[in-house]
């Protein structure tokens, strides 16, 4: 079509969101890039350092083992959770009282705060009087989170497990809901079995919702702070200090703000990036 | 390839069925002979899918048995059955190519690869679809895709019947020709049983030898189309049937002649027994009457232009009765008086034709 009309005046209609987005991201970040840049040593004083900080980051063995454990914890979360996440969805029941039964007691999870949630298992695994870590005990297993780095980390999965798998279940069961009955008769006359019919037709029709659900849980594993801030605090050592709580003890432990700064920046890019690489390559299909 | 008996079926979707209303399906008797051409034809809701689904054992009925030949499959699942079923809505493996679509069912049955391909090509060219082949099958249009789904029974060389739930819903107009004389084509082909299911009479008239009609869970006749055209069983097949559907006009009975706005109405048919108690009417065709001298007065009240004829709705005293005038026929100017043609003139008792000879 040739005869659009072009009027400039609607870019103010853009205005508003754009003022918000400015105020709630953009400049925030900004600050994060000055300080990313720059030395301070207080009273607003500022000597530039160009990309000393990046290379400062970049270099360290400190963040080179947190990004090590963070991706290896990402990794495992998601082997676990989205797998996991599905079986369950696909065993949850299609129709009857039992749908709201389980829908709830499945987000149940997802409503408790992040750090009730670590103190919560803090208790649950403390293998003096926590009902997980003296049952552990009991069984002749030698169990000390607080001072095993296997048991630290496998108290921290285990917890993320049971927080998060609840996500990937919801948007997994609301998927196969929205497959039609036609697809399940059509597979029972041409013989299909029941893995051809995962395979074939739950699968591909699930694509889009997980998409979103390893995404997330990708993104949310990333970032994760409270749980094991509040289990484990990092420890034992350093076995369970993640990227944000590596983070959070350079910029407001040992206060460096610029090697604080670059690090945010670097954290911020490898999410964004991982998360448009694993975007398109899911959605590439999906235009033709 | 065998005759399909349905005996004394029955279904309700309820666990405890107790009044009428509760049956999805009223008990019936239909046999299916083989090779035949079908359609099941009916408003939405009147159990054609029921009926279809109990045919390709995706439901188990309530009551009576399902023959495919000598062998009674009442409890045996849809793949073992060894039917083929074509749905409202295309039903295509997205992640495969049309050729895997087509594959999918040789494969499940664990035939070979050499023997598959050969199938899977006849098939292709049949359907028009071999240029496609190597294509990803969700890249289609949906007439496409539905002939995927018919290519995947078709592929099959054991299929007992091919079932079809109103498989041109979402089909454009100027394609649903096309799809059909198609089927027509491969039906007189092949040869296997297919049954039609749909609530367009146009469809089902053209496709099928044999249509099947349906209303409330009942069957209410079974018949050539020419059957139900002239023959109408019930006053439903009347209405369903024909455009505008056929005249239902109250009426009495005296000796033996049926007896309209106070004047004897002719027909060269009698009627047969009826209920004493029961409601009567005269079902006639608007094809079947005409303007004449003298005969049933009546006032003209709309003349609508329908292009080779018209329609022309009149009345007396409180019925309406419309009959079709073909062009360039005369209309009475003031007093109009209507004869009806004995020959199409029945009787109907509680909504069944009670005029004998009626049907056969």
């Known amino acids: ?288 | 390839m065998s005759k399909i008996s349905l005996t004394n079926v029955r279904h309700s979707y309820l666990t405890e069925p107790k009044t009428d209303a509760d049956w999805a399906l009223k008990e019936m008797s239909v046999d299916w002979s083989d090779g035949g051409a079908y359609a099941l034809l009916g408003p939405s809701g009147c159990g054609k899918t029921t009926l279809l689904n109990i045919i390709s054992g995706l439901l188990t009925p309530t009551e009576g048995e399902v023959w495919f030949g000598d062998e009674e499959v009442s409890e045996m699942p849809p793949d073992q059955r060894n039917i083929a079923q074509v749905f409202q809505f295309p039903v295509v493996y997205d992640t495969m190519t049309v050729y895997d679509n087509l594959a999918f069912p040789l494969r499940n049955r664990g035939l070979s690869e050499p023997e598959i391909d050969g199938k899977v090509r006849e098939i292709a060219d049949m359907l028009d679809l071999a240029e496609t082949l190597m294509t990803r099958a969700s890249g289609l249009t949906a007439d496409g895709k539905q002939k995927i789904s018919l290519g995947r029974g078709l592929v099959r060389s054991d299929v007992n019947v091919i079932m079809f739930d109103e498989p041109l819903t979402v089909i454009d107009p100027h394609l649903k020709w096309v799809l059909r004389s198609k089927l027509k084509e491969l039906h007189q082909k092949i040869g296997t049983t297919m049954i039609y299911v749909t609530h367009d009479q146009t469809e089902a008239l053209t496709f099928a030898d044999q249509v099947v009609v349906m209303q409330e869970g009942e069957v209410v006749q079974i018949g050539t189309p020419v059957d139900l055209f002239e023959r109408p069983q019930h006053t439903f097949v009347g209405h369903f049937i024909g455009s505008p559907g056929m005249n239902v006009l109250g009426c009495s009975v005296d000796q033996g002649q049926p007896v309209f706005g106070g004047a004897p109405v002719a027909m060269s048919k009698k009627i047969g027994a009826y209920d004493a108690n029961a409601r009567l009417e005269i079902g006639i065709r608007p094809e079947f009457i005409s303007f004449a001298d003298q005969g049933i007065p009546v006032q003209i009240e709309k003349i609508s232009d329908a292009g080779r004829f018209s329609i022309v709705e009149t009345r007396h005293g409180d019925d309406v009765i419309k009959l079709l005038v073909p062009d360039g026929g005369a209309f009475p100017s003031d007093q109009a008086f209507l004869t009806f043609d004995p020959d199409h003139t029945h009787v109907y008792a509680n909504d069944w034709v009670v005029t004998r000879g009626a049907y056969g």
């Not at chain 1, 301070?40 to 990309?51: A, R």
């Not at chain 1, 670590?118 to 997980?132: C, E, Q, V």
């Open chain 1, 1 to 288: 079509m040739d005869n659009k009309t072009t009027n400039p005046k609607a870019w103010f209609f853009v205005l508003p969101v754009v003022v918000l987005v400015a105020f709630n991201a953009v400049i925030p970040l900004m600050t994060v890039v000055n300080y990313s840049v720059q030395e301070t040593f207080g009273d607003n004083i500022f000597f530039w350092e160009g990309v000393k900080w990046f290379e400062t980051v970049l270099n360290s063995e400190r963040f080179h083992a947190s990004l090590g454990r963070q991706l290896i914890f990402t990794s495992i979360i998601l082997a676990i959770e989205v797998p996991l996440g599905v079986a369950i969805a696909l065993t949850m029941p299609k129709k009857g009282v039992w749908v709201s039964v389980c829908l709830v007691l499945m987000a149940m999870p997802l409503l408790i705060p992040w750090n009730v949630v670590g103190a919560m298992w803090n208790i649950f695994a403390l293998p003096d009087i926590g009902l997980l870590g003296h049952s552990i005990n009991a069984l002749g297993i030698d169990y000390n989170f607080t001072r095993q780095p296997f048991a630290a980390w496998f108290t921290t999965i285990l917890m993320d497990v049971w927080h998060w798998t609840s996500l990937v279940v919801l948007l997994a069961y609301a998927g196969l809901r929205s497959i039609p009955d036609a697809y399940y008769q059509a597979a029972k006359i041409d013989g299909a079995k029941p893995w051809a019919v995962f395979r074939y037709i739950q699968l591909p029709k699930m694509k889009r919702v997980l998409t979103i659900a390893i995404l997330l849980r990708f993104m949310d594993s990333f970032m994760i702070y409270t749980e094991p801030f509040v289990l484990t605090g990092g420890g034992p050592g350093n076995s369970t200090t993640f990227l944000s709580i590596d983070l959070v003890k350079v910029a407001l432990g040992q206060f460096d703000l610029g090697p604080a700064a670059a690090m945010s920046l670097i954290y911020f890019l490898i999410v964004l990036l991982v998360s448009w690489v694993f975007y398109t390559l899911m959605m590439k299909d999906e235009d033709q």
